[in-house]
Nanobody, 127 residues
Framework: QVQLVESGGGSVQAGGSLRLSCAAS????????IGWFRQAPGKEREFVAT????????KYADSVKGRFTASRDNAKKTVYLQMNSLKPKDTALYYC????????????????????WGQGTQVTVSS
């Protein structure tokens, strides 16, 4: 079955960095765009970043643009989210999700498109 497993979360001080990983199995990885979403307590799950199946197209939420970078290694079936200059408001449970797309450069911020989800990894940023 399809599995997405996030790792790399933790606790950091404001201004610090973390790199999240999302390892996939049970799917043809190179046919899926991979998105990152986050959910803080009491808030809705929100879009953070997405990367196309080719890796050539990325999109970011305005709140993380310039600080976060998504990348992928299709040979390793893994997507990464490099998070720099972290802020307390980045504190949340971070999820990766997979969206099947026929478009090599397709990358949607629409949460409803994503069929498969991981269990999440916690990121806590203290001031």
């Amino acid at each position: 079955q399809v599995q997405l497993v996030e790792s790399g979360g933790g606790s950091v001080q404001a201004g610090g960095s973390l790199r999240l990983s999302c390892a996939a199995s049970g799917l043809t990885f190179s046919t899926y765009a991979i998105g990152w979403f986050r959910q803080a307590p009491g808030k809705e799950r929100e879009f953070v970043a997405t990367i196309s199946r080719s890796g050539g197209n990325t999109k970011y939420a305005d709140s993380v643009k310039g600080r976060f970078t998504a990348s992928r290694d299709n040979a390793k079936k893994t997507v990464y989210l490099q998070m720099n200059s972290l802020k307390p408001k980045d504190t949340a449970l971070y999820y990766c999700a997979a969206d099947y797309t026929s478009l090599p450069e397709g990358a949607s911020p629409d949460r409803g498109r994503y069929e498969f989800w991981g269990q999440g990894t916690q990121v806590t940023v203290s001031s």
